[in-house]
């Protein structure tokens, strides 16, 4: 079968790969489409995942996937959305956990690879008791923090701001941002304010110093974004003077998380317009990742498509 790997620091390669065999609990699927996630780029740049490490290996890094299952632990024809395990489903083949992925009939692949990061999105969202009439802010307006600002304007968030460099203005009302900040983190969070603070790029500790700098007494700190590296520097002085909340970590209950985000996005499908921009040819995955990459304005999900 056909699969792709890095075979060095940005540059992927298409190679010949056997055929994975689903073991138990798990299922054999067919790529359709595939989302680009901000925690696939650094592994494609060369810079080793702290969590899922299979570098070099065929079909990393992609884990945001929609196919048809082929064989296993579900019925072949079975069109599903979820994660690849490991990570590897930059390939024709792919093998995904049965608790991992849900069943999507209702969108086209394309579409239909939004419900992964906004499964993840609504999964930590959920960790929050109420965000109705609270200020909130979200620290990173790409694919995953424009799902934030949506999720927290629905569910009642009473003021959000959206801070990037890049300049989201064209995006803001249709994703609920009342207030675009096209400024760095660091910068803006010098004289904000807000009860919820939501860290949506990862990567370095830099967006976490900046949360907590923005945040109100008594506030919450969502860090969503994922860490390159093992150990980040703290401003514990200033959190802890602040009474405040610290709310991180991962999916965990992914089929049900699933099948909540394929809920809400029937109710928000209008969201899938502004939010897919590019949608390029799994076999152009080279030129695909080099867009993901760099964000520029009017570009958001890069989604690859067979």
Known sequence: MWAYAIASPGRLERVEAPRPEPGP?????????GGICGSDLPSFIGRRNTFVDFYGQPGYPLHEVVGEVVGGELPAGT????WAEHHLGLAELFVARV???TPVEEFTDVEATVVQPLSTVLHQL?????????????????????????AVKTRGAAWVTGVDRVDRSDVAAAFG?????HNDAAAWAEDAEAD????????????????????????????FGVPDETHYAFPFMAFFRKHATLISGAAIDRAQALAN???????????L???????????DAQVAFETAINPTAGRLKVVLQV
């Open 25 to 33: 609990g798990r299922v054999l699927v067919r790529l359709l489409a």
């Open 79 to 82: 069109r599903v959305v979820g």
């Open 99 to 101: 608790d991992a992925i």
């Open 126 to 150: 959920d960790r929050i008791p109420d965000v109705s009439g609270k200020r909130v802010a979200v620290i990173g307006q790409g694919s995953i923090g424009l799902l934030f600002s949506h």
């Open 177 to 181: 941002v009342d207030e675009v900040v």
């Open 196 to 223: 919820i603070v939501v860290e949506a790029i990862g990567h370095h500790s830099g967006p976490l110093e900046a949360a907590v700098s923005a945040l109100a007494p008594n506030g919450t700190v969502l860090a």
């Open 261 to 271: 985000a394929r809920e809400y996005l029937l109710s928000h499908r209008a969201l």
């Open 273 to 283: 317009e502004p939010y897919i921009t590019t949608v390029v040819g799994v076999h």
